[in-house]
């Protein structure tokens, strides 16, 4: 969106063909703090859920998510 490429997460969900819930719940994710999202990716955790990250990205205080 930043882009100007699609004009809502409805547009970017019927491009991706997903359902805009999935769509909004990792859009969610830009929240992260840069810590734990470094964490998520150098650890490569299979029982990681998007869930667990979204419980994180709630708050966009940083600090709050730690």
């Known amino acids: 969106m930043d882009e100007g490429k699609f004009e809502s997460l ?3 969900a019927a ?3 997903m359902n ?3 769509v909004s719940r990792i859009a969610r994710l830009v929240h992260l ?3 734990i999202a470094e ?3 150098a650890e490569n955790d299979p029982e990681l859920m998007l869930e ?3 419980r994180h990205a ?3 205080d940083w600090a709050v998510q730690a």
Do not use: K
């Open 39 to 41: 964490t998520c990716l």
């Open 33 to 35: 703090a840069p810590g």
């Open 20 to 22: 805009l819930s999935q």
């Open 58 to 60: 709630h708050s966009v």
């Open 15 to 17: 491009a991706e063909g």
């Open 52 to 54: 667990d990250l979204n």
């Open 10 to 12: 409805s547009d970017i």
